[in-house]
């Protein structure tokens, strides 16, 4: 599962399943840990995507499962 964090360190998505539907990206998941949801990215919304990434970023997402967890922040 994978969960997706807010700017102040809360959960505000779970991601449980990323599936194919034809041409579409179908995620699936929970928002706060509660509301069950169902996404789906399209080509279209890809290529945006995916205009989005610099070179920094792209090799930032590279290495990215190669880094340290950082510390949760305490409450």
């Known amino acids: 599962m994978i969960k ?21 990206l179908v995620v699936k ?8 949801m169902t996404a789906r990215l399209n080509p279209e919304d890809v290529r945006a995507a995916l205009k989005m990434l610099t070179p920094r970023l792209i090799v930032f997402l590279i290495t990215l499962p190669f880094r340290r967890r950082v510390a949760p922040l305490k409450s």
């Open 4 to 24: 997706l964090y807010g700017p102040d360190k809360r959960e505000m998505m779970q991601v449980a399943s990323l599936e194919r539907d034809g041409s579409v």
């Open 29 to 36: 998941g929970k928002i706060f840990g509660t509301m069950p």
